[in-house]
């Protein structure tokens, strides 16, 4: 079956810090993936929506500057938090859709300290 | 009001007893997914409907689109059910794709005692 692969899986790192979020789709390609984040006992939220080979679609409230989104091949977008803060603390979360479904990669558990 | 609700927010139940979450949205959606939340954060996607009814297993879904509702059942739950259960729909006109930009309930927070 169709397996989306996000890395890492965990991540702790000082403010200030800039992290990057890998999602892979291993066995198709993606031309477009999604990365949600999700706040302790809330929902998921959209963020943005990466395409392959050209600029990501964020949401309103979303800043592109802060979270810069790179899709350059049909089986990898990544998500990057510049300059990191505390109030970026969340899980995030990608997924992609294929066969008719939507796909999600384990999720990023991200702590600014 | 959020766009999707879900009910109840919390379920607990004892190890074989039926199950039923219940989601109502007040969008026109194209199609609607069940989502599966384990405690590590991992989501597993369990149906996506547009009419009728769908079953895998033990799961069973239902949806109603003239009454804007759905419904995921278990049937002789498990503690290995015990997961956070995601209501999630695609609006009509949500972009190009028939899948895709996913409007997400709160979430049900199933327990299941042995």
């Known amino acids: 079956g169709a397996v989306v692969s996000q890395h890492p899986s965990w991540v702790i790192c000082k403010s200030g810090t800039s992290v990057k979020i890998e999602c892979r789709s291993l066995?198709?390609?993606?031309?477009?993936m999604f990365w949600y984040r999700q706040f302790p006992k809330q929902s998921l939220m959209l963020m943005a929506t990466?395409?392959?080979?050209?600029?990501?679609?964020?949401e309103q409230g979303v800043e592109k500057d802060k979270f810069l989104i790179n899709h350059a091949s049909l089986t990898l977008s990544t998500l990057t938090v510049t300059s990191a803060h505390p109030e970026d603390s969340s899980f995030y979360i990608c997924?992609?859709?294929?066969?008719?479904?939507?796909?999600f990669g384990d999720g990023t558990r991200l702590s600014i300290l | 009001k959020n766009e999707v609700e879900q009910s109840p927010q919390n379920l607990t139940a004892q190890e074989g007893e039926f199950i039923t979450i219940n989601c109502s949205y007040s969008?026109?959606?194209?199609?609607l997914h069940w989502l599966q939340q384990h405690p590590g954060g991992g989501i597993v996607s369990l149906f996506m409907?547009?009419?009728g009814k769908k079953k895998h297993g033990r799961l069973i879904a239902t949806i109603n689109i003239q009454e804007k509702h759905s419904s995921l059942h278990i049937t002789a739950s498990h503690p290995r059910d015990s997961a956070v259960y995601i209501c999630?729909?695609?609006?009509?006109?949500?972009?190009?794709?028939?899948?895709?930009?996913?409007?997400f309930g709160q979430g049900t927070i199933l327990t299941v005692h042995p």
């Open positions: 997924s992609a859709p294929w066969g008719g479904s939507q796909h």
């Open positions: 066995d198709f390609q993606a031309t477009t």
């Open positions: 990466s395409n392959e080979g050209s600029k990501a679609t964020y």
């Open positions: 969008v026109g959606i194209s199609a």
């Open positions: 409907l547009s009419s």
């Open positions: 999630a729909v695609l609006p009509l006109g949500a972009g190009g794709t028939s899948y895709g930009k996913l409007t």
